[in-house]
């Protein structure tokens, strides 16, 4: 009877360390699942809460000037970081081109944008695009020659958001 007790003992003893030894492996996998779920929850849910509209366009052909008004239509704020990140493709169809941000003066300079998100547009000055607020963004392709030419835009955020749109130059 005393076998009996002492095997059972041990028996009982290795589950106890084998379900340890379980809980320690298994825990950390657990933890990293439940932090990538989490992750991927919210970016989606951010993407789902962004969204923005092209709201007014003007193109000048001889100059090659494009203006496009983007309004914040969505229940998320974008930080003024995120549209200086943006990516913007403007040009005559067919033959539009990847553009870079130039805040110094890009209506003289081809292939670069810039954006006006001053206080005309920032209605409460906190640096966010916020919902409701428009920004206007400028854009020279010297793809766009004269008046008639067909142009493409394009904004895209760094999330992967974007809109485009195709218009006509005056």
């Known amino acids: 009877m005393s076998a009996e007790t002492f095997t059972t003992a ?3 003893v290795t589950a106890v360390i084998a379900a340890g030894v379980l809980v320690n ?4 996998v657990v933890y990293t699942m439940v932090g990538t779920f989490s ?3 919210h970016e989606s849910d951010v993407q789902l809460r962004t969204d923005f509209k092209i709201i ?3 193109a000048e052909g001889s100059a090659g000037t494009v203006k496009v008004w983007l309004k914040n239509i969505g229940s998320m704020r974008v930080p003024k970081n995120d549209i200086e990140r943006s990516d913007v493709f403007c040009g005559e169809i067919g033959n539009f081109d990847r553009m870079i941000r130039d805040d110094t ?3 003289t300079a081809n ?4 954006y006006n998100f001053d206080a005309e547009y920032d209605l409460n000055a906190n640096f966010y695009w916020d919902p409701g607020e428009t920004v206007k963004i400028t854009a020279v392709s ?7 030419d067909i142009v493409y835009f394009q904004f895209a955020l760094p999330s992967g958001i974007w809109r485009s749109t195709e218009f006509s130059a005056r």
């Open 25 to 28: 492996a298994l825990f950390p």
């Open 10 to 12: 041990i028996f009982l």
């Open 56 to 58: 007014a366009t003007d």
């Open 39 to 41: 992750s991927a929850s």
């Open 111 to 114: 292939g670069k944008w810039s």
């Open 105 to 107: 003066d890009p209506t």
């Open 142 to 148: 010297n793809t766009i020659t004269s008046t008639g």
